[in-house]
């Protein structure tokens, strides 16, 4: 998914990091947390390595992606995929909602595609409350479809709007792809408050992604939670938001991002911590410095990269192409 924040492209500057203050080894495992995981790309790469992870974030649709990733193992079965892909279309809450062809006003799929993802997200639904699939199929078929309809939004990226008129990709009939099934230790994923957890868990190496500024992951991604709880929420505005007073990150916040960030490292029971932040973020670099060496040795990687675009460069006022991102290090005491 072309998520926001995503660490995909940094996973090599991340990996040299980490193995340089922890000294892990591929394959010699050990505890992985990766608690802000939103797609599941960092924990996914260190089940593939062989550690044991626990996963966590408080949007539903990452908990349902990361249910896939890093708790379902092969062999799985796959037998459904054509039947998902042909099943009749359904005129459901995407299409009623989220489709100019309901009256909604909202063009966020077409309408062929909106029925589709209702279908197969109906009849999930109603085949794993009869006990004809297991959970694991059920999230490996759900993630499955969250990751691949997103793929045929019409919007520019993230679902804060959509566009007026239908582009390309998203005109394209939806078809579900399945997910790969990363072969590896099942871990264990979790959707609760970063801090709350914290205090229920211990591992080895503890990997922190936070929100960097103020925008809310659960406004940008509304639609995708929808889909994953499909729990037919009151919508409200232009763009269908569905309420979201319970997901908000206080790391969205100059008021509070410090202060939780503190409590998070405090109670963390984890030798080796590791935090992704970049330079345009809410918490500056220093203050960051001072929280983390105050339980430990503290040190810092860096590296330049290319901004993240969510749409054309003359749509947008940006005063530079690239950001540093830091990786800061601490070995707890």
């Known amino acids: 998914m072309n998520y926001i924040g995503s660490k995909y492209s940094l996973l090599d500057f991340i990996d040299y ?3 340089r203050v922890s000294g892990y080894k591929s394959g010699t495992g050990c505890i992985f947390a990766d608690l802000f995981a939103g797609t599941g790309v960092v924990g996914s790469a260190y089940k593939a390595k062989g550690c044991e992870v626990l996963a966590n974030d408080i949007q539903y649709y990452s908990y349902v992606l990361n249910k896939h990733y890093i708790e379902n193992i092969p062999p799985l079965n796959n037998d459904l995929l054509d039947e998902l892909n042909t099943l009749k ?8 909602n989220y489709c100019e062809g309901s009256g909604s006003g909202r063009n966020y799929f077409t309408n062929e595609n909106g029925k589709k993802c209702d279908a197969i997200r109906t009849y999930l639904e109603e085949i794993h409350t009869l006990g004809k699939i297991t959970d694991n199929e059920y999230f490996y078929y759900l993630a499955s479809l969250i990751n691949s309809i997103d793929k045929y ?3 520019a990226s993230v679902y804060a ?3 007026k008129h239908i582009k390309k990709t998203a005109a394209k009939d939806f078809k579900l792809t399945l997910l790969p099934v990363i072969s590896g230790k099942p871990g264990k994923v979790y959707n609760e408050d970063v801090n709350v957890l914290i205090k229920k868990i211990q591992g080895d190496i503890l990997y922190l992604d936070p929100p960097y500024n103020t925008r809310q992951y659960s406004a940008n991604y509304h639609i995708l939670e929808t ?3 499909y729990d037919n929420p009151k919508l409200s505005g232009i763009t269908g938001l569905r309420d979201y007073k319970d997901q908000k990150s206080t790391f969205c916040s100059k008021r509070t991002a410090c202060e939780t960030f503190d409590d998070l490292i405090k109670n963390a029971d984890f030798k080796y911590i590791f935090l992704s932040y970049n330079n345009e ?3 500056p670099v220093d203050t960051i410095s001072d929280i983390m060496s105050g ?3 503290y040190s810092v990687f860096t590296k330049e990269y290319k901004r993240f675009k969510a749409d054309k460069d003359e749509n947008r006022k940006i005063a530079r192409s690239g950001v540093t991102e830091y990786l800061h290090c601490l070995v707890k005491k």
């Open 161 to 163: 709007a959509f566009l």
């Open 295 to 297: 339980y430990g040795k």
């Open 153 to 155: 939004a019409n919007t």
């Open 227 to 229: 889909i994953a709880r």
């Open 89 to 96: 279309p359904l005129s459901g809450f995407i299409f009623n």
């Open 281 to 283: 973020g809410i918490m």
């Open 17 to 19: 990091g980490i193995t």
